[in-house]
T-cell receptor, first 115, second 110 residues
Framework: DAGVIQSPRHEVTEMGQEVTLRCKPI?????LFWYRQTMMRGLELLIY????????DSGMPEDRFSAKMPNASFSTLKIQPSEPRDSAVYFC?????????????FGPGTRLTVL | GQQVMQIPQYQHVQEGEDFTTYCNSS?????IQWYKQRPGGHPVFLIQ?????EVKKQKRLTFQFGEAKKNSSLHITATQTTDVGTYFC??????????FGGGTRLMVKP
């Protein structure tokens, strides 16, 4: 299995531009999570999906952030318009459903720099 | 909401010394997980503890879950340079979300 796939790996953009981050979870996983990691705030959960349905988006910073999961193998996190304070590493993670499958598998992350 | 605190934030050790990181939750947890993130990498799952007072070992790593299921620790015996990275605990409540601690960054001097 290729693991969780994220693209792009690095993104440099200017303030005000739209940014779209992409994630392909591990096949067969029912849950998908988007995290943001910064030195100041650590690893924060932004939103998670179960069977493609958003379950909890209370971690999404503000209306500039949106996430979708149109099918079981693809999710996007969009920032529009982007701001310098959005600079961070964004991780996508997935896991299977069931009490015995709590391990989250993280993707390699997208390092976003907003100038 | 649930908060998970982790100490220390940083730890420098000489190779061969022991290392311990501590994790405390503001609420009782259903389970706790530990992850390791190498510099420039992504978090990788190490272990999950479920039972009150549980102790698990992985070679030189010993994980403990407190009796009240609100605290946990990770102890590394005789650290090696390959142990370098940030160790995160992550607490799970009755829902499906993990709340990550701030992590302990371990640096090992050869």
């Amino acid at each position: 299995d290729a693991g969780v796939i994220q693209s792009p790996r690095h993104e440099v953009t200017e303030m005000g531009q739209e940014v779209t981050l992409r994630c392909k979870p591990i096949s067969g996983h029912d849950y998908l999570f988007w995290y943001r990691q910064t030195m100041m705030r650590g690893l924060e959960l932004l939103i998670y999906f179960n069977n493609n349905v958003p379950i909890d988006d209370s971690g999404m910073p503000e209306d500039r952030f949106s996430a979708k999961m149109p099918n079981a193998s693809f999710s996007t996190l969009k920032i529009q318009p982007s701001e310098p304070r959005d600079s961070a590493v964004y991780f996508c993670a997935s896991r299977r459903a069931g009490l015995s499958y709590n391990e989250q598998f993280f993707g390699p992350g997208t390092r976003l720099t907003v100038l | 909401g649930q908060q998970v605190m982790q100490i220390p934030q940083y730890q420098h050790v000489q190779e061969g010394e022991d290392f311990t990181t501590y994790c405390n939750s503001s609420t009782t947890l259903s389970n706790i997980q530990w992850y390791k993130q190498r510099p420039g990498g992504h978090p990788v799952f190490l272990i999950q503890l479920v039972k009150s007072g549980e102790v698990k070992k992985q070679k030189r790593l010993t994980f403990q879950f407190g009796e009240a299921k609100k605290n946990s620790s990770l102890h590394i015996t005789a650290t090696q340079t390959t142990d370098v990275g940030t160790y995160f605990c992550a607490g799970k409540n009755a829902g499906n979300m993990l709340t990550f601690g701030g992590g302990t960054r371990l640096m090992v001097k050869p």
